[in-house]
């Protein structure tokens, strides 16, 4: 007979995550979506332990990312790249390609809290940044999505987010993982833990569906044409 567990924790980020570890070794863990949980896990296929999940970051988002911005602002030459509490390696390493590439230069800033977030856009205006992209990490930057939103139009600074109420917010655009697809993969893996299965065998996944959304407002105050091509990628226009 098999023994169902009486409960699976649903938590949002990698940080709550282990904060639930540390209280309990034995009851299923999942993910919803840990900007570094790819780069923690000693397996994708088999993360072990009582901790899967599903990953909101990897090196191919954060390329697409830089591509559309390089799409929307003609001649970008130098972007300013924020992120906060995790180090997303793998992803930061992969932007270094893809900016060579594109022809790009990239400046690394951090910032943890209101105050640093100021100082980061400041040092991007300071130092020529011709758009900023700000990485998914954590929900560290979802609190201070309205700060970000107005500081990237008072600087006039093309931007790309990390999601719809950033967007929503006045920010530029989001291409992020789908979080309707989300929480239906969500919730296959708790019927799935439910009905037996052992976290650490569960694989963690990728994101293999996005919501790419532009706020022409926001691109209208920044003196910025969206070409037909690339609204007809969107999957949301807010006017």
Do not use: C, W
């Not at 938590?11 to 209280?23: E, R, S, Y």
């Amino acid at each position: 007979m098999v023994r169902l567990p009486v409960e699976v924790l649903v938590v949002p980020t990698l940080l709550t995550a282990q904060l639930a570890q540390k209280a309990t070794t034995t009851i299923p863990i999942i993910i919803a979506g840990a900007g570094s949980l790819a780069n923690t896990a000693p397996s994708l296929a088999q993360p072990g332990g009582n901790i899967t999940g599903f990953s909101g970051l990897n090196p191919e988002l954060s390329t697409k990312r830089l591509e559309l911005l390089t799409q929307v602002v003609p001649g970008l030459t130098r972007v300013a790249v924020i992120r906060g509490l995790f180090p997303a390696t793998l992803e930061l390493e992969a932007l270094e390609v893809a900016a060579r590439a594109l022809g790009v230069q990239l400046q690394r800033l951090q910032a943890r809290n209101p105050t640093e977030i100021d100082q980061a856009v400041a040092a991007a205006v300071r130092e020529g940044a011709g758009a900023l992209m700000v990485f998914a990490d954590g929900g560290s930057f979802f609190p201070h999505r309205a700060q970000l939103a107005d500081l990237t139009l008072t600087h006039q600074l093309p931007s790309i987010l990390n999601g719809r109420e950033f967007v929503e917010a006045g920010g530029l655009m989001s291409y992020v993982p789908s979080p309707s697809d989300r929480g239906q993969r969500i919730a296959a893996y708790v019927d799935k833990l439910l009905n037996g299965a052992k976290p650490g065998d569960l694989p963690i996944e990728q994101p293999t569906k996005f919501e790419f959304i532009i706020n022409l407002k926001t691109a209208e105050a920044l003196g910025l044409t969206i070409s037909p091509s690339l609204l007809f990628q969107a999957t949301e226009i807010i006017r």
